[in-house]
């Protein structure tokens, strides 16, 4: 396994501590701070493939948790893996379930062997170990993969967090073992491309467990490093503090990624700290459900005053939306519960959460990323009209 | 009003009854027989208008009850009408609201003045004459309109069903008035463009009413002449008795439409006797259930047998859903019930209908219909699979 080719991260230009990057894929390149649009069940809920590429998607995120249980990833590994499945030909990151059989079984029993749960679908019984965890990814042939982790809880008591961590490690061990083992389906290999495998800092909200396991994980050759157990109920300036903390621990030559926060104010803290990657629901599930993000805020689309709205939802935006319907026809999909409008609501959120990323990585090119967030701040803070 | 310009009907050719010809509006031309695929909201459910375009559709169809209800007609006028609203270039075809206050609402009083109904999204109460069915259809600035009928239930007594088609004559006369009244929001126009009106025959499942009601609309001049009051729970021989009998009673230099009927066989039935035009919610419905139309008959996406077929749905179809996926992703998405499951049933069972009437219009055209009914009647009669 030594002559596999290995991801690449190159970091281009810090400006502070803010990060201009990119990162390597066999199925092509990440420039970072990147968003990672979620296709939870192989597809980005509503949207085609291709529109994913129009609005500049470089990478999508699948889960491992959900694949698992729907169709399986046998199924998926039968069919030739999750790019071929889906159609999507660019780079997939697959999370390790862990967060999943966290935030969405109903029962759940954590031992030093795995975590027990129940299937949300139907109530079966599954048992998920860090080596099954990269089996499914294996199989599933995503470009980069996670290392199973136990979500630490908030709140936890200090030695909660402790052991929790301590058994973080061991299973990330176990991960990359069993990654060394595994075939990954991986597109133009024979083999000859290695499933990257990142690691996910735990240590709940206390910084010595943090740094801890940050250095831990390090110890081991992992491809890049992510935070996890944020976002999962502590107060915004605590995460803050977190993030502010651990990321300059992490390996500079390495890519960094913070898990499943998106919220855009969040994101320029967190790339103004060294963050390099981002996925979240956010955009995707906010246009489902009429919430629309512009460059004058975020907006609720059912509001009475669109009902004979002719402009567009964002005068300053060059989507396929924006560019083609008004205010008016938006408010009517909506009402109407059609499926055009998830369709077109979609679109534009992600299209305005990639834009927005383009706008960080050019700022920081030139070297004025803090003006931007100053600038940028209180707009993603502001509620168009308050509903 | 001397000056405008009228819908055209040619008549290309006939083979037998079957008849191959095309609709020529300012908006574009329609080959016939044609498929009018149904956007009753404004929107073809979960197609973009590019898609639309694509897969070949020369014209689609709008509810004029349901956009009365929502957004409301008012609205869609400030808007500049419904091509501007939805962005739909080419012709729209709008019904009366005739048939949806019969099928839909859940109380409705018929009078000489129209009908009052209760709306079946909040049960407020509204009062429909054929003079607001048409101010309602001129606000939306369609392409063709239809005059304000009473839909005859099955069963009626003859009596019942001699008095509805006076009715509907009366009613038709009064259309007639208020469309010349009209400005109509049509395209390309400032008032050049008249909107075109069809009248809709009626007379239940008496063959002499079923003349009548023809010869009282025949007497009029109306743009085309439509078959309603079918396929409302008679017997199918009965259905196909009353369309057999009627159709050769409508004028030759003018577009025949058999209202709301899709079902293929029933299709080519009707084409056989001399229809050219039909409009109905089946493949766009079906798809959303999971019910796939191929060369092969019908096939439910849903069967376990599916789960690891990396086939295409339909190895003879060259739409986007067949060229990219598998049967196996189809059954995925549907299962999950998610989006992109609609948007690619959709496609691919509309795509069939409209290659469907191209082939008849083919076949029509080389003197080859009897042979083409022959072939595919048991084709569009199966089901690939029993359920």
Chains 1, 2 share one sequence.
Not at 331 to 355: P, Q, V
Request: aromatic share 10%.
């Amino acid at each position: 396994m030594n002559n596999v080719n290995k991801l690449k991260f190159n970091l281009i230009k810090t400006d502070g501590s803010a990060r201009l990057g990119q990162i390597q894929t066999q199925r092509g390149i990440i420039n970072t701070p990147a968003f990672i649009p979620v296709g939870t069940l192989a597809t980005v809920k509503s949207m085609s493939v291709e529109e994913l590429k129009e609005i500049g998607a470089e990478i999508i995120l699948s889960n491992t948790y959900h694949l698992y249980l729907r169709p399986g990833h046998d199924v998926i590994r039968t069919l030739g893996g999750l790019h071929k499945f889906m159609k999507w030909d660019g780079p997939i990151l697959t999370d390790s379930g862990g967060f999943q059989v966290f935030s969405l079984s109903p029962l759940r029993k954590i031992t030093e062997e795995g975590v027990e749960f129940r299937s949300h679908l139907d109530g079966s019984t599954h048992f998920l170990t860090p080596e099954l965890a990269m089996e499914i990814q294996g199989a599933l042939g995503s470009d980069i993969a996670m290392a199973f982790d136990e979500c630490t809880p908030y709140p936890a008591t200090r030695e909660y967090a402790l052991t929790s961590l301590q058994l973080t490690t061991k299973w990330a061990k176990r991960c990359l073992e069993a990654r060394d083992i595994n075939t990954p389906l991986t597109p133009l290999d024979r083999g000859e491309v290695r499933q990257a495998l990142f690691a996910i800092v735990q240590g709940g909200v206390f910084k010595d467990l943090r740094k801890q396991s940050a250095e831990e994980l390090m110890s081991m050759d992992f491809d890049g490093y992510a935070l996890g157990g944020l976002s999962v109920g502590e107060p915004k300036d605590l995460m803050y503090e977190m993030i502010n903390y651990t990321t300059p621990l992490l390996p500079k030559e390495k890519a960094r990624y913070l898990m499943g926060i998106g919220d855009l104010n969040d994101v320029l803290s967190a790339v103004a700290d060294g963050i390099d990657m981002f996925d979240c629901v956010m955009p995707t599930r906010n246009a489902r459900n009429g919430t629309l993000f512009t460059s004058n805020g975020r907006v609720s689309i059912k509001r009475e005053e669109f009902k004979q709205d002719s402009s567009p939802l964002d005068p300053e935006c060059s989507c396929y939306t924006c560019r083609n319907y008004s205010k008016a026809y938006l408010r009517h999909l909506y009402m109407s519960r059609e499926i055009l409008s998830m369709r077109l609501n979609t679109y534009h959120n992600l299209h305005f959460f990639l834009e927005f990323f383009r706008k960080m990585r050019e700022a920081i090119a030139k070297g004025e990323f803090a003006q931007f967030r100053k600038e940028q701040t209180p707009i993603m803070q502001k509620n168009f009209h308050e509903d």
